[in-house]
Every structure is written in C-alpha cells, then in structure tokens.
T-cell receptor, first 113, second 114 residues
C-alpha cells in the first residue's frame, strides 16, 4: 500500500531538548516536504527536497533542519525546540516537483513546554 | 514569504447547493493545487492545474487556473454532507525556475447542512 509514515504521532517535550520526527515513503517519490499547521494560519511549508541530498527552504524554515540521505526518508530535526514550535506537523511526498500523485502523512502533534 | 488570499474563510450551505471558493496571489504561480482536509487527517490533493486558463474537473469538483496566473477558483456542484471539511489552495512557482516551494492559503471551512 502506497503510504507516507511519520513517527511519532504525538510528542510532548520540553524547551531545548533536541528531537527528530521521522518521515518515510514507499513510493520512490522524488519530492518530499514538511509543513506545520496552526489554527488560523493554514499550512506552511518548512523545508522541501527535490531529491537525495537536495533540500531547500520553504516559507518557515527557522528553527528546523532536514536531511535527505536516502530517497525514502526525510527526517525533521528540531535542535532546540521552543514553545512557538508547538504545532501539527505533516510530511508529504510526490512523484516529482510537479506534485502529481501527492500523499500526506497522518501528522505529528508536537507540544513543547 | 508569499501570501495567498483564500476566500471565503468559511461557508455554511444546504445540501444540494453549489459552492465556490477562490485564491488570489500577488505573485505569479505556474502550478495551482486544491486540497481537502478531513478532521484529524492530512490534506488530500483534489485537483492540480498546470496551465493558465486550464479548467479541470474531478467528479463534482471543477477548478480553473486564472489567465493572469495570480488566481484560481474551485467549484463544488450539488454539495453532499461528506463534502464537509477544510479546502486549501496552494501555489508553486516551479516550472524551470529555482523555486519549487509550495505556498498555501489559509483554508475555507465548508459545512453542509443535510
């Protein structure tokens, strides 16, 4: 079954404690991306990756890092989380930048205390 | 970053009515996308538009890519209760340029009264 998986689905952490949210897709997609969703602000893209070892900033990259060492995985790293990074995070993948056959993951709800 | 203005913010309609929502941008996009998000789920891509003036349908949904490349609309005909959800537009510059990020509108919350 074609899918995008994220882990963990829920996370409560404290300010400054480094964390990683994993994202994996099984469709050999080239384009992967991370979004945060906040009430009243819709979805905002954090980072995207056109292919292995190619990443670029979205609209809200500050405080986040990503890596794309393998095609299937695109982890989101928060080196020093802060309360304003409390949000619902989605990973997504698509065949290419053309956004055909795009799939979103189930989301990760993060609370930073 | 770029801003997409999506309207209306919310709609409350009767089952069977047609719905229209739109997005405008101050920048030109080469791709317009429309998504639906159900509660507790990730967004699902409904329609993708790649050419100015393009009109594309997906069942009861129809979307158009504006001629100026700065706007797009989504119509839903004969709404049914399962159309309830949040609808998002998104734009992408892409197409030979160097900017392939996606910018989203803030969403339209649709409620359908049976």
């Amino acid at each position: 079954e074609a899918q995008v998986t994220q882990n963990p689905r829920y996370l409560i952490t404290v300010t400054g404690k480094k964390l990683t949210v994993t994202c994996s897709q099984n469709m050999n997609h080239e384009y992967m991306s991370w979004y945060r969703q906040d009430p009243g602000l819709g979805l905002r893209q954090i980072y995207y990756s056109m292919n292995v070892e190619v990443t670029d900033k979205g609209d809200v990259p500050e405080g986040y890092k990503v890596s794309r060492k393998e095609k299937r995985n695109f982890p989101l790293i928060l080196e020093s989380p802060s309360p304003n990074q409390t949000s619902l995070y989605f990973c997504a993948s698509s065949l290419s930048w053309v956004q055909e056959t795009q799939y979103f993951g189930p989301g990760t709800r993060l609370l930073v205390l | 970053g770029q801003q997409l203005n999506q309207s209306p913010q919310s709609m409350f309609i009767q089952e069977g009515e047609d719905v229209s929502m739109n997005c405008t941008s101050s920048s030109i996009f080469n791709t317009w996308l429309w998504y639906k998000q159900d509660p507790g789920e990730g967004p699902v891509l409904l329609i993708a538009l790649y050419k100015a003036g393009e009109l594309t349908s997906n069942g009861r949904l129809t979307a158009q890519f504006g001629i100026t490349r700065k706007d797009s609309f989504l119509n839903i005909s004969a709404s049914i209760p399962s159309d309830v959800g949040i609808y998002f537009c998104a734009g992408q510059e892409g197409s030979g340029g160097s900017n392939y990020k996606l910018t989203f509108g803030k969403g339209t919350l649709l409620t359908v009264n049976p």
